[in-house]
């Protein structure tokens, strides 16, 4: 296979992995959303906030059908793109993956129905308990992927034997290094996401028509979740930065552009990496004597990208996807300020503000899939050219693939996934212009 091939598939597998996973954070978030409302819901607010609560969740449905259908291509592809991965790594991810689909099958499906159809039939706090049940079944899902995901870059309780990795010590398959800061970004960038897509929506909404109360509520919740979200996201980059720095050097050294031979580090804001070069152009940053963000070696000296030529991820967007995680939280931080003041003066009701500042609100929905993504650039191709550690690389394990299959198979599959994002902002903008449409009452319940 050529390495343009190679690339190719690598760029196709990332595609997929990205669109699933902001699916799934907007799935994970809203189902944790839901289960406040509809708490709040059996109280004596129940005509306040019932109608939200119908409303919402109308968008999780979207976003829950839309992450379902997203992880096939990324099953798929483990086996047709990867054909030789899963052999060596079948004893970790045989019991991972099978745990997933039992959580996706007993918990999600079980309880999805019952919450989307069941209303009607089932008491109230019964069906508060579904909706909490569906949130249960998310979280546990995203916990195992979690488990795989980050024992994939730090492979911990395993032992290779001929050819394959055998597991040890489970609890330090699942407790790896990695499992608690990888779990938390996503957490937090997941309720971040759906604080964004909160009040967006609600921005939107008030520009056709002067918000209620519930949805005025719905709007301070957001506020308050997206600036917790916010804060623990900035917290757990900076600690997760520290304390896996030293588990992968070459990741750490290519998203600060430090490539070593003895040079100060330094904190670039903006640079040009040159991988043919080894060196930066157009640095603009400061010298750090304390290079946290980077990996020692035993003598104290900074790791850098000169002490593995040829194996080193690509720099530039490592480098790039960090920046651009940077710009979008700043602008995230914006937003939520904005809220605030919002909050404050106009008791959290963006109707009260000109076009302009709700179409602020509104963009709040696109940025925050930006830090998503950017932390998943960093991870995934910051891993380069390994695919398990530092142990199985991509190339080893990848299919027998000419460089038009692997381009037309990109291709293909991007123009998949842009027509299903049109799709369902299409389907969301016609929910937040005509709200929830009315159905048949049955026996005479509401």
Known sequence: MSYSALWFSQLQFFSSVSFMAVSLAMSLGLSWLLVYIRVRALGEQHLLWLPVYRFWVRIFALAFILSFASSMPVLIQLGSLWPRLLPKIYAVSGPILAMTLFGALVFKASF??????????????????????VAVGNTFVVLCLMVLVSWVYTPTGVLWLE??????????????????????????TSF?????????????????????????????????LGSGAWLALAGVMVASTISLADY?????????????????????WVAWPSTADLTNYYEM?????????????????????????????????????????LVASAVMAFVLLKAWRTGLKRHYDPSALSPRGRHTFVAAGFVTPLILLSGLAYHYFGAFPYMVGQAITFAEIAATRSLSESMVSVVAYGLVYFLLIIGFISLVRYVARYGVISVARRRGRA
Request: glycine residues 12%; aromatic residues 14%.
């Open 163 to 188: 050819g394959s990795y055998q597991v040890q010590r489970w609890t330090e398959v699942i407790f790896n290094p990695s499992f608690g800061w990888y779990s938390a970004q996503f957490f937090s």
């Open 192 to 224: 971040l996401m759906v604080a964004g897509l909160v009040m967006a929506i609600l921005s939107m909404q008030s520009l056709r028509k002067p918000l209620g109360e519930g949805e005025r509520r719905v709007f301070k919740i957001a506020v308050f």
């Open 285 to 325: 940053g400061w010298n750090s004597k304390q290079a946290w963000w980077l990996a020692y070696d035993a003598e104290g000296q900074p790791i850098g990208l000169d002490k593995m030529v040829g194996m080193t991820p690509p720099v530039g967007i490592v480098f790039w996807a960090v920046r651009l995680g």
């Open 112 to 133: 999805l129905g019952l919450m989307l159809y069941g209303q009607r039939q089932l008491s109230e706090w019964l069906h508060a308990l579904v909706v909490c049940g």
């Open 248 to 268: 992968q050097p070459m990741k750490a050294a290519a998203a600060m552009g430090y490539w070593g031979g003895g040079s100060v580090p330094r904190w670039l």
